[in-house]
């Protein structure tokens, strides 16, 4: 079986090399000798590099990298991950595992990433940076939205989810062929997770040490307002389109039911006085929810229809990658 080590790069000539090189050396670990790893026969080491301006791509080959997709301009992670899958899949990848190049993650830690798809027990396999290992110098702000949107996202696709933003991750080749990006202009990070939960996949988060450096330029993170709304609007877009019963369903009955508790209220008072021009802004109110929340009713009805259209054609899309990368 093969395992290519993708490295998504962005101006990344002063720190690729070393992460390659480190990567290259821990193939040699017991793991792929006597471990489950043994039946990995063959393991590459490849290097997306995403419009850099600087000597990225260069570097990465000198250092020794197998496979190097290079592109221009500037596309950002989002399409890069997908050009990395596209590559992988072409390339025979059995297994594929994503790892940064800024060296914050330990790619010692890539077989405990491997061991449980290995087992056959899992998909994907993210590692988690709020574990049982506390992220060394990560800002508060990053771990405490991180959580918050986890949570979230948790709830609506009934799962638990514990590190949406985590681009350290194990994928199987079935899993590579499944997953769908339709956002290709920010991260990829929450959507591929959302729709692999979607999807039925297994998925399993694995605590791992990272470290993030005081002086590290940050790739995605620049703006962490920008951060924020972007990566909002991305989970917003993918938990509508994998849950719409659970996304326009719950807040319309929600609404409905306030129309109804609304409309007792003025019962109860038309009762008292049997007089309805006092007490119509309660009529009016009861109205206005009803209708709204039976507008959300008939929306996850129809949302609900697309998706089971969505999953016919993507079932399509599914089977002809799988026919066209035949190994």
């Known amino acids: 079986m093969k395992l290519i080590v993708n490295i998504p790069a962005y101006n990344e000539e002063q720190i690729v090399g070393q992460t390659i090189a480190r990567i290259r050396e821990s193939f040699s670990a017991e793991f792929y000798v006597a471990g489950l790893g043994k039946t990995i026969t063959e393991k590459l080491i490849q290097v997306v590099d995403d419009g850099s301006q600087d000597k990225t791509a260069q570097v990465s080959r000198d250092a020794g990298a197998d496979i190097i997709v290079s592109y221009k301009p500037n596309r950002r992670l989002a399409y890069s991950f997908k050009r990395a899958v596209e590559s992988a899949l072409e390339n025979g990848a059995d297994f594929m595992v994503n790892i940064d190049a800024d060296g914050q993650f330990d790619s010692q830690d890539i077989p405990l990433l491997l061991t449980p798809i290995l087992e056959g027990n899992f998909d994907m396999v ?46 199987s080749r079935e899993t590579l062929l499944r997953l769908n990006l339709t956002n290709v202009s920010f991260t990829y990070t929450q959507e591929t997770i959302i729709d692999a939960v979607g999807k039925n996949l297994k998925l399993k988060w694995v605590p791992v040490k990272v470290t993030y450096f005081a002086d590290r330029d940050p790739k995605i993170t620049k703006s962490i307002v920008k951060f924020v709304s972007n990566g909002f609007k991305i989970i917003l877009k993918a938990v509508r389109d994998v849950r719409p019963m659970k996304f326009f369903g719950l807040p319309g009955l929600a609404l409905v039911g306030a129309s109804f508790l609304v409309f007792c209220l003025f019962l109860v008072q038309y009762f008292q006085t049997f007089q309805i021009t006092t007490y119509r802004n309660y009529l009016f109110l009861s109205a206005a929810l009803l209708f709204i929340g039976s507008q959300l009713v008939i929306f996850a009805l129809i949302a609900d229809m697309i998706k089971t259209n969505r999953n016919l054609t993507e079932e399509q899309m599914y089977l002809l990658k799988k026919d066209r990368l035949k190994k």
């Open 126 to 171: 993210i590692a988690n940076r709020f574990g049982k290992v506390a992220a060394k110098d990560i800002p508060w702000i990053r771990s405490f939205l991180n959580q918050v949107a986890a949570r979230m996202v948790g709830f609506f696709l009934n799962c638990k989810t514990e590190d949406l933003t985590c681009g350290f991750r194990a994928h």
